[in-house]
């Protein structure tokens, strides 16, 4: 197991540990790492808990380090439609940090889950003190927004062709 650099709190470690292995993060250093680790913070949910419901106030995103969450949108008549489920190094809530609006999904675990978070705070202070590794991140939500958008509109298509 790789060890971070510089001595770090017990929840930096563990944090650190989750972050080493994220595909996302493939491509950053062990001390970007660890500057990353001291500004999120992991949390464990329980099968059938709600990371965060439609309409909440959205104020962090996440990764999945373990587990399986599912993504469910309200429709018009009220019923939660369930699409996607997120596994390991998938992300959620990217949104939250670029526009600061209201959670568009719920989420819950299916089973028992480890998240990675970053919060919109941790990321202004993050930005702040390191503007370079701020930038780094961006870059990489802004690829997993990117990826999102392409893979909805893929659906939306084939949705539209199925209906003529």
Do not use: Y
Request: net charge neutral.
């Amino acid at each position: 197991m790789v060890m971070p650099p510089h001595k770090m709190r017990e929840s930096e470690e563990e944090t650190f540990s989750f972050l080493i292995n994220l595909p996302i993060f493939t491509s950053f250093d062990v001390d970007e790492l660890s500057v990353l680790a001291k500004h999120m913070s992991f949390i464990h949910l329980q099968r059938g808990e709600h990371l965060f419901v439609e309409g909440d106030q959205g104020t962090f995103m996440g990764f999945v380090a373990n587990g399986i969450l599912e993504v469910q949108k309200r429709s018009d008549t009220g019923e939660n439609i369930i699409i996607a489920r997120l596994t390991k190094g998938s992300s959620i809530g990217e949104m939250a940090l670029i526009d600061k609006s209201p959670r568009s999904a719920t989420v819950i675990a299916r089973q028992a889950s480890t998240m990675v978070t970053l919060t919109d705070k941790g990321f202004d202070m993050l930005a702040d003190k390191h503007p370079a590794l701020g930038i780094k991140v961006i870059k990489k939500i802004a690829r997993l927004l990117s990826m999102n958008m392409r893979r909805t509109s893929s659906k939306l298509v084939d949705l539209m062709q199925s209906t003529l």
